[in-house]
């Protein structure tokens, strides 16, 4: 089952390093443990809209769940207004770190059906003795819910596990390159009327004996191709 809390744990997660806050990615759950510094990522979820599949046997949804990410960042004034001009800067670069962070991030796109939208809005402060800027980023995530995930068909009184972002990662198995490809042709139109051979390339295709049109169960023909990095 996926939820809207599981999204946002691995978002967290997939930012943690991954912008100019570096590891001051916060939830609600951690902000208490914010040291003050800039910049800083905080993660939460203001919204749910679970569209129903229409009149079918069970109740199914396409759930969109809105992922938002503030970004905060302080920069000095300086003259002519560039401590503003800044901060801006930083809050772009943010922006662009945030999209390449998430956007198929593996985790998170093996709950999705898709990113419907991506909405960003930058606001800044001069009030102070510095600049305050913030970049608020709404993350559109949807996904599929069905029958199993609400009422439960069996009484189950052990709690579901909990979902461990980091042991997904580690569960995803990198794809390694293609280094050899190999042929093999047992032809239709090439075959021995009559003949029986042992340990065919294709056993479930072999025409039985004695036969008008193969495969006859002998390779007439291959092909073996070594790819070089």
Known sequence: MTTTS???LLSAEGLMGKTLAGSNVFLARTWATWDGSYPILYLHSPGEDMESLGNVSAPQFTVTATIRVSARVEVKHLPRNGGAAAALVQLEDIQQQIKMALINFPPLMKRLQQYPFVRSEIRDSGEGESELAELVMDIGMEFYQGPEDFYPLEVNTTLPPTLDPAAEIAAIQP???????SITNDLTNVFDATGIYDNPPFPDAVNAA?????????AEGGLDIDLTQ
């Open 6 to 8: 599981d999204l946002r």
């Open 175 to 181: 794809v390694g390159p293609l280094q050899h490809i």
């Open 210 to 218: 004695p036969r008008t049109a193969g495969p006859d169960g002998r």
